[in-house]
């Protein structure tokens, strides 16, 4: 699917986050991770719909909401209401979910409110605050096993809903959109994207005006594009059926299936929860979060272009992944070569982790490497492709490579490289300097710095008379 | 005039399979006619006049609640010690439908 | 030590105290009370006598060793089946939660430990606390001990018969509705309903969370304000309590009472309305000013209570689905949808199945607006109105029950007559005020309770008139 607008087909988006960096659940002093612990092991009455039991809100929860849609502009609800979400379902301890609603009186957190991508201006319809199901699990396979299995570790855990408008016309702008959502929260700090589930996806889409098909169950950004590219394609063929259809989507076989859910199903009877006051979203939280509000992807990539003279498109793609735009200005902070690393973080990083399905954040390279390799390549001791090459190496293998740099150095007879190194000599060690110029035999000491700075790869006559060239020059 | 409602027993057992309770055709026939009786005199709020009244769902106002972000585990062993069935620490349920 | 009367909290604590009896002798004492009376009673779902005996002996221990305990000192008390007691079974009155053992305790009933009360059962009630006459028990109905032929009151009747009987000096009911004022009228005992958010509902198992709260049982006035005080308080487990509760401040229209007519409507018997009326000229003799006045909208508080009731029940109750706790069912359905179906079906008796379906469908769409949001509104107008007639009087009074208690099984059939007699209780439900039951002179053997509405958390104002009426009666 190209970038092209298509403007026969709109798509909406759902966008569930975790609020990763809360210690405890929504509704209860339960710790909240729950990656890879014991089944039913952080599970209390509230979270286990005990009768009796009672919901008390998270604090926390409400300011990494807060932030969330202060950073999309949305505007922030004078207060907030929860409401019941009544339906049947094995992983809901109440069977009922407490979130909110923006109709029958429902007030969510915010409305409104922008997300701008390149050639588009995406509308935020609300964003709410919602406690989390429990995970059901399957013995074998979901069609064979005769039980479910449920496990009440993610029960209750806070997600902030993100509604969008049906804004996006095609399926990749879907993936740009929730890219760019993705930058915003990881910058936020408040949601670790990367771990299982924390990010997940519903899609509304309908083609010339047809029905509305929702598609639910979207693991991946890649599944996101993948799965609408097939909607639109299969209905742009067969058409929508009558009504709003709901499919799910199937990501071994590649395709959306029809869930024939009852009609009554949908009646989700909302009504406010009485156990939750509405909470008053006071203007001094307000100017307290917007005065904490981190530095935001569209900022940095401004800053990008203007502080390290980056191209737009450049800062635009490394800001649009946190964990490498850091990894771009660690790597700057140690060795000043803003264009070359950029490139390399952008071509060969990034082009080798889309090869590989891998996040930014799951890099192990060291800011350290990164700027010794961009040295050595500025200073002549290894060509370019031999840079990206270890680079790619250190990427892959995730060992540290500043020291096997040289091994990659074969004997430098180059005068011009030779001179690179002894410039950076001189200016680091200004006291040998000083002393080679007073007493000849120190000389000696200098040419040992330049081969130690070589890996012993430096021509010895060369770089002594590079050496002693310089010091008449300075004498 | 309130208006007469009736609660037929098809409606009946909408609910109950909204709300999940299996009901026998002499049970929803029975339910019928008792709703059906209640819902008439529910319709008795008619004659007030509520327009420009806002609902009230809470009865005493109560600003803002909340709390810190601390844990406070719970010993999760009593809780699934009362669970009637269970596959090791799973809590096992039917399958989905 | 056989003769202990248990009608007096204080008396009791005063006696423990001066070291004239031992906890141990007046558990003992409340638990031979309950085994020779109960069966005929059936006030209770649980005894817990063993820990109860335990618990005595332990505190006599601390008593012994001077250390300090609690301002109910060892007194038995009940506590009605809806509130969770962790490790002691707690039913609902339901088949479905049998056998259910909560693992934690209410927060009343950690303060009522903390206060040192020994909790010596768990008192029947109608199923999760629907209905007005403690017949919906699935453990069967609570005989009233003045007349066992006679209903107690619901839905806390199992709590109220208890204190009535003599069996306990205090215990705990719940009230949505009127579900402690309608059996402490029927009993002939002393009832409070708090403002709603002074007591802590984490551990009540809801029935209608917006319009209930835990209060006490007493054979007197001052032995309910005595328990209400250990049992109130901010808790930060219920978001609903309140922290810092308005100070009131007393001025002249704090002996101001207003009865509106409305109170003594079509179905209020002769008598009750003849004996509510000296209850309230002895509150005229005690130096307060009573007035007549008329609060239209308390016509619609009946159906307006029952439709919220019904859709905060049909979620609250969403829960019991057999999987987690309580009731379930061997094996066999293939589909959870079937299995819930028939968990719900098999567990839930017939006027909880009533409410949640009716609740169910005042709540879905399409009827929301004309029953859930009407009701709501009412609701608002409701509590202006009382708030409004607080600018002028202390007090609100009027019949607690428009009869006296009638036969068992005499409404049981009809729902809604069923329904009609909490006509005068629900109004302070759906606006949160607190409200008191107090026995007036009866004009035949069967009690008739005196309702005292006041302002906002003016619950010491409720017992102040409450034992003018009180005191009126010892005089007769
Ligand atoms: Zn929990």
């Not at chain 3, 141990?24 to 109960?38: G, H, Y």
């Not at chain 3, 009993?187 to 309903?193: A, F």
């Not at chain 3, 835990?214 to 007197?220: Q, T």
């Not at chain 3, 607080?390 to 029950?401: E, N, Q, R, V």
Request: with cysteine.
């Amino acid at each position: 699917m190209d970038a092209k607008e298509d403007l026969d087909v709109k798509i909406g988006l759902e966008v569930h986050c975790h609020l990763t960096s809360l210690k405890t659940k929504l509704f209860c002093r339960c710790p909240a991770d729950y990656y890879n612990k014991e089944p039913n092991t952080n599970i209390c009455p509230v979270c286990m719909g005990l009768p009796g039991s009672l919901p008390v809100l998270n604090e926390q929860a409400v300011k990494h909401a807060l932030a969330i849609a202060l950073a999309l502009g949305s505007r922030v609800s004078q207060k907030m209401v929860f409401y019941r979400k009544n339906y049947f379902y094995p992983d809901l301890p109440k069977n009922f979910q407490i979130s909110q609603y923006d109709k029958v009186g429902g007030l969510p957190l915010a409305t409104g409110g922008q997300i701008r991508l390149k050639d588009k201006v995406v509308r935020i319809r609300r964003i709410q605050l919602e406690e989390d199901p429990a995970k059901i699990v399957y013995e074998g396979s979901i069609s064979t096993s005769p039980y479910a299995l449920v496990d009440y570790n993610r029960s209750g855990v806070a997600l902030v809903e993100i509604v969008t408008e049906p804004d996006l016309t095609t399926p990749k702008q879907a993936r740009q959109f929730l890219q760019k959502l993705r930058a915003i929260l990881e910058h936020l700090g408040v949601c670790n994207c990367d771990l299982e589930a924390a990010l997940r996806c519903d899609a509304n889409i309908s083609v010339r005006g047809g029905y509305r098909v929702e598609i639910k169950n979207i693991g991946s950004f890649k599944d996101v594009e993948k799965a609408l590219s097939f909607e639109v394609t299969r209905q742009k063929m067969l058409g929508a059926k009558r009504g709003m259809e709901t499919r799910h989507w199937d990501d071994v076989r590649g395709v959306t299936i029809s869930l024939r859910v009852k009609e009554e199903e949908q009646d989700y009877r909302y009504f406010p929860e009485a156990d939750l006051p509405p909470y008053i979203i006071t203007e001094d939280l307000i100017a307290e979060t917007l005065a904490a509000m981190p530095e935001l992807p569209d900022a940095r990539r401004d800053r990008f272009i203007k502080q390290y003279n980056l191209p737009h498109q450049a800062a635009e793609i490394l800001t649009s992944h946190k964990s490498l735009a850091d990894l771009f200005e660690k790597s700057i902070e140690k060795y000043r070569s803003p264009l070359r690393i950029a490139n390399w973080l952008i071509s060969d990083i990034l082009g080798y982790l889309n090869r590989k399905d891998l996040d930014p954040s799951t890099l192990k390279i060291a800011p350290e490497d990164i700027a010794a390799l961009a040295r050595a390549v500025d200073e002549g001791l290894i060509n370019e492709q031999t840079g990206r090459n270890l680079l790619l190496k250190a990427a892959t293998t995730g060992k540290r490579i500043e020291q096997k740099i040289f091994a990659e150095v074969s004997k430098i007879g180059d005068e011009a490289t030779i001179k690179a190194l002894v410039d950076r000599v001189f200016k680091e060690n200004e006291k040998a300097v000083k002393d080679a110029l007073k007493n000849e035999k120190a000389i000696n000491y200098l040419i040992g710095l330049v081969m130690k700075a070589s890996g012993g790869k430096t021509d010895p006559h060369i770089t002594r008379s590079v050496i002693v060239a310089k010091l008449k020059q300075l004498s | 005039m309130p208006k007469r409602t009736k609660l037929g027993v098809s409606a009946v057992k909408h609910l109950a399979w909204l709300t999940r309770i299996d009901l026998t055709d002499k049970e929803a026939k029975e339910i019928s006619k008792q709703l059906t009786k209640i819902l008439n005199y529910f319709s008795k709020i008619d004659e007030v006049d509520t327009s420009g009244v806002e609902p009230l769902y809470h009865p005493l106002e109560i600003g803002k609640v909340s709390r810190s972000d601390e844990p406070t585990p719970f010993p999760a062993d009593e809780i699934l010690k009362i669970v009637p069935s269970r596959k090791g620490r799973y809590v096992k349920a039917p399958r989905i439908a | 030590m056989t003769n202990i009367d248990l009608r007096s909290a204080k008396r009791l604590v005063e006696a423990i105290r001066l070291g004239e009896v031992s906890i141990v002798d007046v558990v003992e004492a409340s638990l031979n009370k309950i085994k020779e009376l109960d069966k005929d009673i059936n006030a209770f779902i649980t005894i817990n006598s063993k820990k109860a005996l335990a618990a005595a002996e332990s505190l006599d221990t601390k008593l012994k060793r001077g250390e300090k305990v609690g301002a109910l000192c060892g007194l038995p008390i009940a506590v009605k089946d809806v509130i969770s007691t962790a490790g002691l079974e707690t039913t609902c009155g339901s088949k479905i939660l049998k056998g259910y053992i909560p693992p934690y305790d209410a927060t009343v009933v950690a303060k009522l430990k903390e206060a040192g009360a020994v909790i010596v059962g768990k008192t029947n009630t109608d199923e999760f606390a629907m209905g007005s006459t403690t017949e919906f028990s699935a453990f069967g109905p609570t005989r009233n001990p003045v007349d066992k032929s006679r209903v107690a009151g619901g839905s806390s009747g199992g709590s109220g018969a208890a204190v009535a009987a003599g069996m306990v000096p205090l215990s705990l009911g719940s009230d949505t509705g009127g579900s402690i004022r309608c059996p402490a009228a029927f009993c002939g005992v002393v009832g409070l309903k708090p403002t709603y958010g002074s007591v802590s509902r984490y551990g009540l198992i809801s029935y209608a969370n917006s319009l209930e709260q835990i209060g006490p049982f007493a054979a007197n006035v001052d032995d309910c304000a005595l328990l209400f005080q250990c049992i109130s308080g901010w808790d930060p487990m219920d978001s609903t309590s309140y922290r810092n509760p308005p100070k009131v401040e007393s001025s002249k229209i704090c002996r101001r009472v207003a009865v509106p007519k409305e109170f003594f409507g079509e179905g209020v018997e002769d008598a009750v309305a003849r004996s509510v009326w000296r209850g309230i000229e002895a509150l005229k003799d005690g130096g307060y000013v009573v007035e007549e006045v008329s609060l239209s909208t308390l016509d619609y508080a009946l159906p307006a209570y029952y439709i919220i009731a019904m859709a905060e029940a049909s979620s609250n109750l969403a829960r019991f689905d057999g999987l987690r706790y309580g009731l379930s069912l061997k094996s066999g359905y293939r589909d959870w949808n079937t299995y819930f179906s028939k968990c719900r079906a098999k567990g839930f008796g017939p006027e909880v199945k009533r409410r949640i379906l009716l609740g169910t469908y005042v709540l879905s769409a399409g009827y929301y607006g004309a029953y859930y949001l009407k009701a709501q509104k009412i609701r608002n107008i409701l509590k202006t109105q009382f708030q409004q007639l607080f600018t002028k009087y202390g007090l609100i009074a009027g019949p607690t029950m428009p009869t006296t208690p009638f036969k068992i099984g005499e409404k049981i059939e009809d729902p809604l007559l069923m329904y009609m007699i909490d006509i005068n209780t629900v109004p302070p439900n759906l606006t949160g005020h607190p409200a008191i039951s107090v026995p007036v002179h009866k004009e035949g053997e069967l009690p008739v309770g005196l309702q005292i509405i006041a302002p906002y958390f003016c619950e010491e104002r409720l017992f102040q008139a409450a034992k003018i009426v009180e005191e009126s009666l010892r005089r007769q």
